[in-house]
């Protein structure tokens, strides 16, 4: 067991927490997040629609969008039962703070916990920005490699969450991944509709009391649809960076994926130029969360810097420059999965073969028992 990677599938959780304890949830700093994102989102999505100018409302749409995406981050931790301690509690603020981002709780935990974080970066089962490898885009039909352009593009995040992940995943069960069970999803999704019914009620309602010369659209433009489009840029975007660069492998088949391969060597920690949301820089020390999905967002910081210090290079890290970003995006278009490698769109390796000589110490516990008792 000297060597570090043997131990990654077992041991990394293990080791993360060795040095605090089992449990570093916080009920005061779980409920002080979740308070400030909501606060701010109720004041920016009040300033977005009262009777400003309108550079001045679309101002605080830009940063009601934001703020949407802070509360998917909150969420996000609350659905894997980190914001604060207990089960109950974690759910409901879960639930909650998924109102303003339109997403059922019991979907997210299907479709990120289990799919996501269950098999990181194998495509098939892990749904989020798994690319097309290099034979199944030349089999592909004209318009669905069109739609792969648009989507491996500097315009895809745009557009990317909304068509492929939002309603078909995070609010209907209608997903190949969820609806064998939509009656137990059907109370969130409801729960979730009405939910957004409440804030477009909401917002007309503010609307035409702070500004009642305007039209309704322009209020609801104003007060959902453009904070609406940022927050589903930003998620993709985030998740792409988290998953996409030349360096981080993907995998399709069971046998060359494994825990360590993807949680760890699949996943990026990407440091930004400048911190202007603590929320979000913390959230992107990736591979610790990768590592640990238990682990609050607050107890991040610890958690990465031991994990790079037991993997050195395996765990990617790199400064979002303009520059780093054009590169990824133009390295990133398909997946060689027989080379193991980035490519073009006409199949040219753009990134460095994945190389996985201590696959059989990875081999998971019982194969790796069976291995040293033979
Ligand atoms: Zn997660």
């Known amino acids: 067991m000297d060597n570090p990677v043997a131990q990654s599938i077992d ?25 400030v994102y909501a606060v701010l989102y109720a004041v ?57 981002v339109v997403h059922s709780a019991s979907l997210w935990r299907q ?3 289990q799919n996501h974080h269950g098999r990181t970066n194998l495509k098939g089962v892990d749904p989020v ?66 939910g957004f019914a409440a804030t477009i009620a909401a917002v007309v309602a503010i609307g035409e009391t702070l500004a009642p010369a305007r039209s309704v659209w322009l209020t609801l433009l104003l007060g959902w649809g453009i ?10 975007i985030t998740v792409y960076l988290n998953h996409t660069h030349p360096d981080l492998p993907w995998f399709d088949s069971e046998e060359a994926w494994s825990f360590h391969n993807g949680n760890v060597r699949g996943t990026a920690h990407v440091t930004l130029p ?34 790079k210090a037991l993997f050195g290079h395996e765990v990617k890290q790199y400064l979002l420059t303009v520059g ?23 199949g040219n390796a753009t990134g460095p073969a994945f190389r996985d000589p201590l696959r059989a110490a990875e081999a998971p516990e019982p194969v790796r028992r069976a291995a040293q008792a033979a």
């Open 11 to 35: 041991a990394i959780a293990a080791r993360l927490n060795a040095p605090a304890g089992a449990d570093r949830r916080s009920l005061s700093r779980g409920l002080a997040i979740f308070a």
């Open 44 to 100: 920016t999505l009040v300033e977005s629609i009262a009777d400003f100018s309108i550079w001045a409302n679309l101002l605080f749409s830009f940063g009601n969008g934001i703020c949407i995406a802070m509360l998917l981050i909150v969420a996000h931790d609350a659905c894997h039962g980190a914001l604060v301690p207990g089960r109950r509690l974690n759910r409901w603020l879960g639930r909650i703070a998924f109102v303003p």
């Open 111 to 113: 479709v990120h916990n």
């Open 129 to 194: 920005w798994a690319p097309m490898g290099v034979k199944e885009y030349a089999a592909a039909s004209p318009a669905r490699r069109f739609v792969e352009r648009v989507y491996r593009s500097a315009f895809g995040p745009f557009v990317y969450y909304v068509f492929d992940i939002w309603l078909a995943m995070m609010v209907l069960p209608i997903s190949k991944m969820t609806r064998s069970q939509w009656k137990r999803h059907l109370p969130d999704t409801l729960f979730v509709l009405g």
């Open 227 to 236: 904070p609406y489009a940022v927050f589903s840029y930003l998620a993709a």
């Open 274 to 307: 400048l911190d202007i949301f603590p929320l979000y820089s913390e959230v992107m020390q990736h591979t610790a969360h990768h590592a640990n999905p238990g682990v609050p967002i607050y107890a991040l910081a610890g958690d990465q810097a031991r994990l």
């Open 324 to 346: 780093a970003y054009r590169r990824i995006l133009k390295a990133c278009k398909l997946f060689d999965f027989e080379r193991m490698c980035w490519t073009d769109f006409k």
